[in-house]
């Protein structure tokens, strides 16, 4: 009961965060929307390894958070200089 | 109540059998061997995840609502920290049965390491980059840096 409105609470998250990807007027608010996105959705796939008691989830979880990250620092470093790497 | 408890339900099976079919088709057998993660009986990581999912739906709602860049990237950045901090907690009292609680905490380590972080890059390029805040009699700009790095960037390119 609590996990599946923790769920669905997620994938609400999810999807306004998608919409703010997808329709923001400026760059800064597609990567803030992306940041979130990743986050929540490593969030929301502990809950699920929760609900299922499928504990691989967690390592999923953990490669989703860190990739996120770092495609987050890899935006946020473009758009500031237009170049990843001097 | 009863409502919003089989919408929960309806939609939280859609989001587990599309996340059980990604795990088969990985090759892995999704089939848990035990079922031993069970959240019957421990009101403590029951209400850490609803804590931590109300939080989070209201980053949500403010990162679609609110007007500007800045307010955004602070709705999202705090709330998302609290957030966390509330369904990792429970997440790992849940998980403390099945000998899982280290990797829990693995990956609420990252995470509280890298979203203050990330937040702080975000803002810090939209800030030089000169993105503008919605009101400019409400803001006030302490640095007087806003977009120092447009032009450095226009040269480079």
């Given at each position: 009961m609590v996990l599946n409105i923790a769920i669905l609470c997620l994938a609400v998250s999810v999807l306004l965060a998608t919409y703010r990807v997808l329709r923001g007027p400026s760059w800064g608010d597609r990567v803030t929307a992306f940041d979130f996105l990743t986050v929540t959705l490593a969030v929301l796939v502990v809950v699920v390894a929760l609900r299922t008691g499928y504990t691989p989830f967690l390592d999923a979880a953990l490669l989703i958070s860190i990739l996120g990250f770092m495609s987050t620092a890899a935006l946020a470093r473009y758009l500031l200089r237009g170049r990843v790497m001097k | 109540m009863n409502a919003l408890a089989t919408l929960a339900r309806r939609a939280s099976w859609w989001v587990v059998i599309a996340m059980t079919a990604v795990a088969r088709a990985a090759g892995e057998n999704a089939a848990p061997a035990e079922r031993g993660v069970s959240l019957r009986g421990d009101p403590l990581a029951e209400g850490l995840i609803l804590f931590g999912c109300v939080f989070l739906l209201a980053a949500a709602i403010g990162v679609l609502r609110f007007p500007d860049f800045y307010v955004r990237l602070h709705a999202s950045t705090k709330l998302v920290t609290l957030g966390g901090l509330g369904i990792f907690g429970g997440a790992a009292i849940a998980f403390a049965p099945v000998q899982q609680v280290s990797r829990v905490l693995l990956i609420a380590l990252f995470f509280f390491l890298t979203a203050p972080l990330s937040g702080y890059m975000i803002a810090r390029s939209g800030y030089l980059r000169g993105l503008e805040p919605y009101r400019e009699d409400t803001?006030?700009?302490?640095?007087?840096?806003?977009?120092?790095?447009a032009e450095a960037a226009a040269q480079d390119a």
């Open positions: - | 803001s006030v700009d302490d640095w007087g840096a806003l977009g120092s790095e």
